[in-house]
T-cell receptor
Framework: AQSVAQPEDQVNVAEGNPLTVKCTYSVSGNPYLFWYVQYPNRGLQFLLKYITGDNLVKGSYGFEAEFNKSQTSFHLKKPSALVSDSALYFCAVIWGTGGFKTIFGAGTRLFVKA | SAVISQKPSRDICQRGTSLTIQCQVDSQVTMMFWYRQQPGQSLTLIATANQGSEATYESGFVIDKFPISRPNLTFSTLTVSNMSPEDSSIYLC????????????FGPGTRLTVL
């Protein structure tokens, strides 16, 4: 079965430290990978995506993610966390040929402490 | 980027009643989606709504319970019918650009509480 896993319900980091939010997937074919962020009481906002090409993609607010095909992962990273990065992060995978399907991960809550 | 809005932002409803949620996009879009999200949890796709055709429902969701309208390329409604407390959730509308490589844009959500 197709699936997306965000193995950590919560990630805690200190402000200024690097952060990583993990995402792994299991889908057939070549996936399109996305990260979205949800701030309290707001809808999801797009951060970045991998479609093809360079495995390292850069997105909004200084975030980046690396597509690793052999490990079927797409971890979200930021070199220096800010308190304002505290939010709920979702990994999403789109796959298929002809008819595409989207799966969202369960979400990872990021807490950045000052 | 396009702006997407939802009405109402929140509502408290009685068991057995129905609520219609409106979703408005400020540009024409082909595919619109309706999701359900328990607070702090992941999104579950209810249905895909394309203008001019019947909505396509995901497993576990049926048209009688969640009728959807898509009268034009900028607007859609989702009705939650004969509500029960289990329907309490956040309902999100979304649209995607021209294809699967395009970003999805989400509305701010409608927080529904059923008593």
């Amino acid at each position: 079965a197709q699936s997306v896993a965000q193995p950590e319900d919560q990630v805690n980091v200190a402000e200024g430290n690097p952060l990583t939010v993990k995402c792994t997937y299991s889908v057939s074919g070549n996936p399109y990978l996305f990260w979205y962020v949800q701030y309290p009481n707001r809808g999801l906002q797009f951060l970045l995506k991998y479609i093809t090409g360079d495995n390292l993609v850069k997105g909004s607010y200084g975030f980046e993610a690396e597509f690793n095909k052999s490990q079927t992962s797409f971890h979200l990273k930021k070199p220096s966390a800010l308190v304002s990065d505290s939010a709920l992060y979702f990994c999403a995978v789109i796959w298929g040929t002809g008819g595409f399907k989207t799966i969202f991960g369960a979400g990872t809550r990021l807490f950045v402490k000052a | 980027s396009a702006v997407i809005s939802q009405k109402p932002s929140r509502d408290i409803c009685q068991r057995g009643t129905s609520l219609t949620i409106q979703c408005q996009v400020d540009s024409q879009v082909t595919m619109m989606f309706w999701y359900r999200q328990q607070p702090g949890q992941s999104l579950t796709l209810i249905a895909t709504a394309n203008q001019g055709s019947e909505a396509t429902y995901e497993s576990g969701f049926v048209i009688d319970k969640f009728p959807i309208s898509r009268p034009n390329l900028t607007f859609s409604t989702l009705t939650v019918s004969n509500m029960s407390p289990e329907d309490s959730s956040i309902y999100l509308c979304s649209f995607q650009g021209q294809g699967p490589t395009d970003t999805q844009y989400f509305g701010p959500g409608t927080r529904l509480t059923v008593l």
